[in-house]
């Protein structure tokens, strides 16, 4: 049975281009869902071929019920299992889809957290004073996060070549391996400038590495967001580092690298970009998720209406 997921797993990256993230839950997904299958009393050895509705149900049950899964996760788990058994009858694995009376529990979208313009300021304005070189990379990275929205695997995922300073923009690969440039403004584009030609060479150099290519000798680092040791950042670290500048910039709110994305489309959207403009520069593939921040600005839209309006 597990031959078949992996089989599933290869399509998902091959054909559908998915990240390694999305990758990791749907392996962690579907290898919870063989556990339950196979520990089952009535279990064959018809494979796949066994799995019914009542199965299907009695593992729905188990994640709602024993084992208290929120609605959202378990929504993520069967959206998992249906692609699976999708791509299992389109490989003529299985004649039929198990899954297709299959319901999930209903999830309503919960509005994304973001910060205000003045909370981001307060931010930004704590992280510049740090001159430590830590400090600047620290800084140039968080600049960076609020001008391109950019999510944080992308952001830890950019090379030194990804990097046009004269133009002012990132070249950043997203979700289902689509490209895309994310813009700048004029005060990141010289926090990031500052970092590359002076900040990171410091970096490297105390490791006996290199930015470049060399026959032999330091390390090559492609990555442009580096720690102490010349290596590439992993998303952990910039959580710690965004969670240490909001302590100290004593902003009493639970903040992610996520919710400065949401607080860069909530600002734009503000400041009069079209949705569809802001769904380029996030990434989306469908306008429907970018459509969740126009509820975050209904209180902006009614003032303009009231300064606005001239019966009002």
């Not at 999510?151 to 990804?162: A, F, M």
């Not at 970096?203 to 990555?223: C, I, Q, V």
């Not at 593939?285 to 459509?291: A, E, F, G, L």
């Amino acid at each position: 049975m597990k031959d078949l997921v992996d089989s599933f797993l290869n399509h998902l990256v091959v054909e559908k281009g998915f990240s390694t993230n999305t990758l990791d839950a749907y392996r962690n997904d579907l290898s919870q869902f063989v556990n339950f299958v196979q520990a089952r009393p009535n279990a064959s050895k018809d494979g796949w071929g066994q799995v019914d509705l009542d199965t299907l149900t009695s593992y729905v049950s188990d994640l709602r019920g024993k084992k208290s899964y929120r609605d959202t996760t378990t929504a993520r788990k069967v959206a998992a299992i249906k692609s699976f058994f999708n791509f299992l009858v389109e490989e003529e694995v299985i004649d039929h889809d198990p899954t297709e009376l299959l319901t999930a529990p209903r999830v309503g979208r919960s509005l994304p957290k973001y910060l205000t313009e003045e909370e981001v300021e307060k931010l930004l304005d704590q992280a510049v004073k740090e001159q430590s070189p830590e400090g600047k990379r620290d800084y140039a990275m968080l600049e960076l996060l609020y001008a391109t929205g950019l999510r944080v695997s992308e952001l830890v995922s950019l090379n030194v070549e990804d990097v046009n300073l004269s133009e002012g923009y990132v070249r950043c690969i997203g979700k289902g391996s689509k490209e895309r440039l994310s813009y700048m403004y004029p005060k990141a584009v010289q926090a990031l400038k500052t970092y590359l030609l002076d900040t990171r060479r410091l970096l490297l150099s105390r490791n006996g590495s290199t930015g470049k290519r060399g026959d032999a000798g330091p390390k090559e680092e492609k990555a442009v967001f580096i720690n102490q040791r010349g290596d590439r950042l992993t998303r952990q670290w910039v959580w710690a580092v965004l969670k240490s500048f909001a302590k100290r910039a004593s902003l009493n709110v639970p903040i992610t690298p996520h919710i400065l994305r949401h607080s860069f489309a909530t600002h734009m959207l503000r400041g009069g970009a079209s949705l569809r403009h802001v769904q380029e520069l996030l990434g989306h593939s469908s306008i429907t998720t970018t459509q969740v921040y126009t509820h975050l600005t209904t209180d902006h839209v009614r003032k303009e209406f009231d300064r606005s309006h001239p019966r009002t």
